[in-house]
């Protein structure tokens, strides 16, 4: 069974930085892709940062060129380093994952944390 868990969410500052780490548990599964995610109060959840197997990356346009996706092959981990946060990325972050085991599509959830941006 394959799972997610998700840290290093909190409070930081306007302009601050915060890196979020999923990690993934299980074995015996072929990864296509993996994402974050995120959920403002009362607002849709939306794709942040998605990173696919080939190593490729994808940016929603409110965060391009302010955060960064990254995976750790090895140690079956995804990183995503938020830099010059603001108010508006305050949201609830979640790690996605998308792929495949024995023929059966996945589509993980992780519980999410919170990011919390603010004086």
């Known amino acids: 069974q394959v799972q997610l868990v998700e840290s290093g969410g909190g409070l930081v500052q306007p302009g601050g930085s915060l890196t979020l780490s999923c990690a993934t548990s299980?074995?015996?599964?072929?990864?296509?892709?993996m994402a974050w995610y995120r959920q403002p109060p009362g607002q849709q959840r939306a794709m942040v940062a998605r990173i696919s197997s080939d190593g490729s990356a994808t940016y929603g346009a409110s965060v391009k060129g302010r955060f960064t996706i990254s995976r750790d092959v090895a140690e079956n981990t995804v990183d995503l380093r938020l830099n010059s946060l603001k108010p508006e990325d305050t949201a609830v972050y979640y790690c996605?994952?998308?792929?495949?085991?024995?023929?059966?599509?996945?589509?993980?959830w992780g519980q999410g944390t919170l990011v919390t941006v603010s004086l």
């Open positions: 996605n994952l998308n792929g495949d085991y024995r023929g059966k599509y996945l589509d993980i």
């Open positions: 299980g074995t015996g599964y072929t990864v296509f892709s």
